[in-house]
């Protein structure tokens, strides 16, 4: 398996409140996203990074910030938690190049619950 | 029109039989294919890439027709632990290290 870990695995949080979760990998990739798995609406892309401090949005970012300081580590900022960010949260990563398509792994995910 | 659609099922299969699902995708310049598996509160893992000449892993074989812009997927000999949903993944464009998921086909083996 990919070593990819995700922190915290649960979170239950108040609305309002600002929450950061942790993706860590050890596999050097280049790069790394963040996704949300909702009922009815599969994996959706949040954000992802192509390197140390470059980051784009992805299709539903709006209320989510991103940073990479480290190749290793990316953080996904939910920067005042609502009810409707209540989701499955999956970090993947890729090696990815130039021609693009590279598959991708993901981690463990984190449950968050936005009260 | 979504960039990868997958028929949700169930799909609920007798143990030791045959299914097969397809499903489609909407940019024709589509370069990369995949087959993810997704047990219950788990993380999507690769099952297996699918490349023009198709591609076979033990029970699990994989077709890509180009013409028609659909990827297809059979297990045959069904296990109980082939229960899981499979997600259709396509690289939309070449040059873009984004990948579109499907929403899934749940498959239910039943004893």
């Known amino acids: 398996d990919a070593g990819i870990t995700q922190s915290p695995r649960h979170k239950v949080t108040e609305t309002g409140t600002p929450v950061t979760l942790r993706c860590h990998q050890t596999?050097?990739?280049?790069?790394m996203y963040w996704y949300r798995q909702d009922p009815g609406h599969g994996l959706r892309l949040i954000h992802y990074?192509?390197?140390?401090?470059?980051?784009d949005k992805g299709e539903v970012s709006d209320g989510y910030s991103v940073s990479r300081s480290k190749t290793e580590d990316f953080l996904l900022t939910l920067e005042s938690a609502t009810s409707s960010q209540t989701s499955v949260y999956f970090c993947a990563i890729s090696e990815g190049d130039s021609s693009g398509g590279h598959e991708q792994y993901f981690g463990p995910g984190t449950r968050l619950t936005v009260t | 029109r979504k960039e990868v659609e997958q028929d949700p099922g169930p799909f609920n299969v007798p143990e030791g039989a045959t299914v097969a699902f397809n499903c489609t995708y909407s940019?024709?310049?589509?370069?990369?294919f995949f087959w993810y598996r997704q047990d219950c509160r788990k993380e999507p893992k690769l099952l297996m890439s699918v490349y023009s000449s198709g591609n076979e892993d033990g029970r699990f074989t994989a077709q890509l027709n180009r013409a028609s812009q659909y990827i297809s997927l059979l297990i045959r000999d069904s296990k109980l632990s082939d229960s899981a949903t499979y997600l259709c993944v396509v690289n939309p464009s070449t040059g873009n290290n984004r990948l579109a998921f499907g929403k899934g086909n749940q498959v239910v083996v039943i004893p």
């Open positions: 940019n024709s310049a589509s370069q990369s």
């Open positions: 990074s192509y390197g140390v401090k470059d980051t």
């Open positions: 596999e050097n990739h280049r790069y």
